[in-house]
Nanobody
Framework: QVQLVESGGGLVQPGGSLRLSCAASGSIFSIYGMGWYRQAPGKQRELVATITTGGSTNYADSVKGRFTISRDNAKRMVYLQMNNLKPEDTGVYYC?????????WGQGTQVTVSS
């Protein structure tokens, strides 16, 4: 079994920054990639950013140039640095790991951007 725990969410003013972390534990062997998704109230969950074990990244157009995904394979950590946050970035952010044995999700961490 695989467990993912997100942290780092909170309340921030527009233009501010947050850094989300995702810690993985359990039976982690072959990894396809990791990512961050978010879900705003009343909306479907959407992709924010993904990263492969080789370091290739992909971002939603809405966050390009503002967010940066990174990972530490040895520590089993994935991070999301979020800069110049906007009210439309508000939502629950979920960590996602895609392994050969399946896809796993964390419980989510709330990010609220408001003045």
């Amino acid at each position: 079994q695989v467990q993912l725990v997100e942290s780092g969410g909170g309340l921030v003013q527009p233009g501010g920054s947050l850094r989300l972390s995702c810690a993985a534990s359990g039976s982690i062997f072959s990894i396809y990639g990791m990512g961050w998704y978010r879900q705003a109230p009343g909306k479907q969950r959407e992709l924010v950013a993904t990263i492969t074990t080789g370091g290739s990244t992909n971002y939603a157009d809405s966050v390009k140039g503002r967010f940066t995904i990174s990972r530490d394979n040895a520590k089993r950590m994935v991070y999301l640095q979020m800069n110049n946050l906007k009210p439309e970035d508000t939502g629950v952010y979920y960590c996602n790991w895609r392994l050969t044995i399946g896809t796993f999700w964390g419980q989510g961490t709330q990010v609220t951007v408001s003045s």
